[in-house]
Each structure stands twice: as structure tokens, then as C-alpha cells.
């Protein structure tokens, strides 16, 4: 069974740092690109980031690039999601995902909440 | 970037009947269509994908059809699991959600 926990929200004021963590079982880690997708209060889905199976190519949306960094690591089956310079629009529940080799997102985790206020 | 746009915001139905909900592209994705659906609290649930193909465990009721620019997902005689949020998805470049539909309850 695929599952995917992810751990290290909470809450930060602005200007802050917080790390995500993801932790992945149930299938071959090392083959699979993994995303981080957000979801503000009432709002909708947002992809944040991804990265390759072995973390040599990392994309980013616009407005976290230069402050968000995404990586993994394929011994421990986790990945992660270092957040820098936080500010209140990053507040949201940060989503775990597997990317399908074809693009869409079959297995995602529960979510951890980062509240960004001071 | 590819702007996604779902139609209607709200859409009320009675239990048993049927929904149809809609998705645009602002361009081209061919089939490279997904729809999840959330309840609250919830992580997103992939219901179809390939514009069409149901994911595992999916009942029949949800039919996704269309490719291209336009998009539709049919949920056919309404169960009361079924009132939620619906989101879809295009992954031909980059990757963008629409801004969801509630059904709820009429």
C-alpha cells in the first residue's frame, strides 16, 4: 500500500523558515518524480514544486522560486520542502504527492498546515 | 501557462440525479486531463484520468469524457458520498488545477 506522511508544519511569522518532510513506503521511491502541491484556506489546488527520481532536475512556481527548495533523499524514502522568507500568502495545507509517470496524481499524503502570521 | 476554468462554482442537486460539471483549457491539452474530487479535511481523490479512464475503484456512475480545450465530468444518480469539491487537472505543460466545483445538496 502506498503512503506518504508528511510532518513539520506549523505555525511561523513572516520572514521565517519552516521544513517539510515527506515520508514514502509502499513503492520503489527511487523510480518516482515527487511534487508538493498546496491548498490555501477555501481555496484550490496549487503546484509548488517537483524533482526528478535522482534529484538532479527540481522545477518551481514562480512565486516560491529563490525562497523554497525542494530534495530528497532515495536511502531514507523521503522528500522535502525547505521554506524560506515565508510570507502570508504561503499559509495552506502542503500536500505530498507521487507523480504518475504520465503526469496526474494518484497518491497524495494527509497534509500538514503552515500558518505564516505574526 | 495553461488557465483551467470550471463551470459552475456551486451546482446544487437532489440526491439521484445527475451533475455535469465543466472544465476549459485555455489551450490545447489534448487528453491529459484529471478530475479529483475532495471532501473536507480530505486530500484530493484522482477520479479519472486520460480525460476518461476511471481510476481504480471508481464507480461507474463518474464518466469523464471530451479532449482538447473542453471537458465534462458526468456523475450519473447522485449518492449522498458524492457531494464534494471537484477539481480538474492538466499535465501537457506544466501542471494547473481549475478553481473547483461544490456540488452540494439541493
Known amino acids: 500500500e502506498v503512503q506518504l506522511m508528511e510532518s513539520g508544519g506549523g505555525l511561523v511569522q513572516p520572514g521565517g523558515s519552516l521544513r517539510l518532510s515527506c515520508a514514502a513506503s509502499?513503492?520503489?521511491?527511487?523510480?518516482?518524480?515527487m511534487t508538493w502541491i498546496r491548498q490555501a484556506p477555501g481555496q484550490g489546488l496549487e503546484w509548488v514544486a517537483n524533482?526528478?527520481?535522482?534529484?538532479?532536475?527540481?522545477y518551481y512556481r514562480d512565486s516560491v522560486r529563490g525562497r523554497f527548495i525542494i530534495s530528497r533523499d532515495n536511502v531514507e524514502n523521503s522528500v522535502y520542502l525547505q521554506m524560506n522568507s515565508l510570507r502570508a500568502e504561503d499559509t495552506g495545507v502542503y500536500f505530498c504527492?507521487?507523480?504518475?509517470?504520465?503526469?496526474?496524481?494518484?497518491?497524495w499524503g494527509q497534509g500538514t498546515l503552515v500558518t505564516v502570521s505574526s | 501557462e495553461i488557465v483551467m476554468t470550471q463551470s459552475p462554482a456551486t451546482l446544487s442537486v437532489s440526491p439521484g440525479e445527475r451533475a455535469a460539471l465543466s472544465c476549459r483549457a485555455s489551450?490545447?491539452?489534448?487528453?491529459?486531463l484529471a478530475w479529483y474530487q475532495q471532501k473536507p479535511g480530505q486530500a484530493p481523490r484522482l477520479l479519472i484520468y486520460?480525460?476518461?479512464t476511471r481510476a481504480t475503484g471508481v464507480p461507474a456512475r463518474f464518466i469523464g469524457s471530451g479532449s482538447g480545450t473542453d471537458f465534462i465530468l458526468t456523475i450519473n444518480s447522485l449518492q449522498s458520498e458524492d457531494f464534494a469539491v471537484y477539481y480538474c487537472?492538466?499535465?501537457?505543460?506544466?501542471?494547473?488545477f481549475g478553481q473547483g466545483t461544490k456540488v452540494e445538496i439541493k
Open positions: 504527492v507521487r507523480d504518475d509517470a504520465s503526469g496526474y496524481y494518484e497518491y
Open positions: 509502499g513503492f520503489t521511491f527511487s523510480s518516482s518524480w
Open positions: 524533482v526528478k527520481q535522482d534529484g538532479s532536475v527540481k
Open positions: 489551450q490545447n491539452v489534448r487528453s491529459n
Open positions: 486520460g480525460a476518461s
Open positions: 487537472h492538466q499535465y501537457t505543460s506544466g501542471k494547473t
